[in-house]
């Protein structure tokens, strides 16, 4: 049976996705917690800068370019089918809520 991916809707702590996400990019992919560059979700199953654990995958510019950053993420997943895929926009947009909301707390 082929299977598709859907968008679901979930609750998460903004800061367990950022301290265990995997950014993938065109070349190389950096960690949500530390910002360490250049990894490869094909070696890195944690960062071997801060040693996190990836549990979540995203790519930047998804929602510009869709059909070449739904490969790259799709990828990912084929290898670490363990990984939760997370929308970058939803994860950026929620990071800055937070961020706002500490501020002025
Ligand atoms: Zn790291």
Known sequence: MAHEYLRIFKEFSIEEVRDHLLILGDLSSDCGKCRAIGLDFNKHENCPECGAPFRYVTSRRLELHPE????????????????????????????????ARDFFA
């Open 68 to 99: 070449e950053r739904f490969r790259i993420v799709r990828r990912a997943l084929e290898k670490r089918p363990h990984w939760t895929f997370i929308d970058y926009l939803d994860f950026q947009k929620t990071l800055g809520q937070k961020k």
